[in-house]
Every structure is written in structure tokens, then in C-alpha cells.
């Protein structure tokens, strides 16, 4: 799972190197698309800088195998996995355990993100997963997204913020999830998963 995860971080970075509005590098490069930059039109709220650096870590993988196992997971066994564009390193982290044991993740993401994740409005959680995706990285079946941030409807983003995440949500094919109340939201992502 570890392995897996590195390569995914190395394909993200080949794959998208030169593409994005990303401002921020970083001495490890692999890290650029997964850490991200403190703002953007998509950034939601606030986060701490070395959260996103330990979550990018490929040892997270591993021990997301240790969890699904103690879960009972294996091979076939569909996962409902909640992401969000705040921990691109912890969702591919995920990803990469599912892939190991063999387990299908069935994704739903929150597509907005706090400082350093996936806010780059061209860059995506949800364009990072089809990428990993399409190189055979990952093998995930993304189904839907909101906004995230507040009360998943990014309150308080401006129009334009909005916009690009609707917008992200659009060319990934995603069904989206805009409910009134984050109860329904919930309510929303659960009759998605089933």
C-alpha cells in the first residue's frame, strides 16, 4: 500500500506538472499537487501546514490496511469512503489500502478545501482521482460531490469559489449533492452509497 501510494504521488506529480494554477512547490516535489497552496478561490477555512505534510506520508497507507483489516474488509468488499479536497494525501492514502486488499471504494467527495490541499481550482480532489484513476493507480468509483466547507454548501465562498467547485464537480461527471441541511446531505451520501 505504501509503494502504491508513492507512485501515486509521483504520477500526480508527472501528470500534472505544468498544468494547474498551483503557486506553492515544495523541496520534495511529489508533494506540490497533494499539499497544495494556503489559498485560492476554493480555499474554505483554515488548517494546519504540518496535518497536510504527515497525511501525504506513503506510511499512511499501510496503516489504513491495518484499519479496513480490523474492520473485517477483504478482497471484493465494497467501502463507502467519505473524502474531502482537505486531505488529498489522506484520500489517496485510502485508496491505495483498498487497492492492497483488494476492496472496491465507492467515493464521495467534499470538493472544497481548507490551507494546502486540493484548492487549486484547476486541480482538484476530484480531477486528482480520475487522473490516479486513469493510470491504474487507484480503482475507485467516484459517484458524487458537494461543495464541502460550510454546511457542505461552502457558505461564505465567494460566487466565484462556488462556481469553480461546481464546475469541478461537472467535468469529473459527478452527481452533486446540494441539500438545504447538512442532516440531508448526509442523508443524501448514504442513499449514494447503497
Known amino acids: 500500500a505504501a509503494k502504491l501510494m508513492d507512485r501515486g504521488l509521483h504520477v500526480l506529480e508527472d501528470t500534472t506538472m505544468g498544468q494547474g494554477t498551483a503557486v506553492e512547490t515544495y523541496q520534495d516535489p511529489r508533494l506540490t499537487p497533494v499539499i497544495g497552496q494556503q489559498f485560492s478561490l476554493i480555499t474554505t477555512d ?9 497525511s501525504a506520508n506513503p506510511n499512511f497507507a499501510a496503516a489504513m490496511v491495518d484499519v479496513l483489516k480490523q474492520a473485517k474488509v477483504g478482497r471484493g468488499d465494497l467501502v463507502a469512503v467519505g473524502m474531502t479536497g482537505s486531505y488529498p494525501g489522506m484520500n489517496l492514502a485510502v485508496l491505495c ?9 465507492v467515493t464521495v467527495t467534499a470538493v472544497g478545501s481548507t490551507w494546502w490541499g486540493a484548492n487549486d ?5 476530484p480531477d486528482m482521482e480520475r487522473i490516479l484513476n486513469a493510470q491504474g493507480v487507484v480503482h475507485s468509483r467516484p459517484v458524487a460531490a458537494s461543495l464541502g466547507g460550510s454546511h457542505d454548501e461552502a457558505f461564505g465562498l465567494s460566487n466565484v469559489g462556488q462556481d469553480l467547485l ?7 461527471g459527478l452527481v452533486r449533492i446540494h441539500e438545504k441541511e447538512l442532516p440531508a446531505s448526509v442523508a443524501r451520501r448514504m442513499e449514494l452509497y447503497r
Not at 461546481?166 to 469529473?172: H, L, T
Open 97 to 105: 489500502a483498498c487497492d492492497a486488499i483488494g476492496a472496491i471504494p
Open 166 to 172: 461546481r464546475a469541478a464537480i461537472a467535468r469529473n
Open 46 to 54: 483554515f488548517d494546519i501546514f504540518e496535518a497536510k505534510l504527515a
Open 121 to 125: 481550482p484547476d486541480l482538484t480532489w
